[in-house]
């Protein structure tokens, strides 16, 4: 499975707009970037994902670099439930299987006031 | 909107017994992931199934096993329990394989003593 690296921690002041960085320079041209986050004693949850193109949902923005070697999760405006860990997966696409989510340290985002 | 169902929450059990998680997934999602999360670890996948057949397999001790039944949901059984094994386990679902988002439960906290 081609990696992801991630900054271990970040901090945001609330109402601010925060950019998490990934690089994944080992990317394969079938690989998705999935973004997954998981607040504090809960299960993961998806946030948003893209193959070239930049993203955007209700919950964020992904950028993604024109030669896929790095993306970036933009949050527009973080709040204190922004609170989490955040983590960059790279999501290899085979019809054949239920494609598995490889987990890695992942960024610890911390929002304060 | 319904959610992943996992039961028990919390689960304690004695060294060399067994244990069984259940999963229920969203309605109408036809695929089952089930996570290993051990204490300040990451979320490490162990096994799916698409349409009650097993899909991948990742890192699951043989002590394990797992099926997905007539209705789509899933149970996890661990037998002769490790203290290694103490753990969140998560289960997720989606529609489909391949690139499809995962929904996560709120995860069944096993404590073995």
């Known amino acids: 499975d081609a990696k992801t690296t991630q900054p271990n921690s970040m901090e945001s002041n609330e109402e601010e707009p925060v950019h998490l960085p990934c690089n994944h320079s080992t990317i394969s041209g079938t690989d998705y970037i999935h973004w997954y986050r998981q607040l504090p004693s809960q299960g993961p949850e998806y946030v948003i994902h893209?193959?070239?193109s930049n993203v955007n949902n209700r919950m964020a923005s992904l950028a993604i670099a024109e030669d896929r070697k790095s993306s970036t999760l933009i949050l527009h405006r973080a709040t204190l439930r922004d609170a989490a860990v955040y983590y960059c997966?790279?999501?290899?696409?085979?019809?054949?299987?239920?494609?598995?989510?490889?987990f890695g340290t992942g960024t610890r985002l911390q929002v304060t006031l | 909107a319904a959610g992943v169902i996992q039961s028990p929450r919390h689960l304690i059990k004695e060294k060399r017994e067994t244990a069984t998680l259940k999963c229920y997934p969203i309605p109408r999602h036809d695929t089952v992931y089930w996570y290993q999360q051990g204490p300040g670890q990451d979320p490490q996948f162990l096994i799916s199934f698409y349409e009650k057949m097993q899909s991948d397999k990742g890192s699951i001790p043989d002590r394990f096993s797992a099926q997905q039944f007539s209705d789509y949901h899933s149970e996890l059984n661990m037998s002769s329990l490790e203290l290694g094994d103490s753990a969140l386990y998560f289960c997720a679902s989606s529609l489909g394989r391949g690139n499809s988002e995962q929904y996560f439960g709120p995860g069944t906290r096993l404590t073995v003593t």
């Open positions: 893209g193959l070239t």
């Open positions: 997966i790279l999501r290899a696409i085979n019809t054949g299987t239920a494609s598995k989510l490889t």
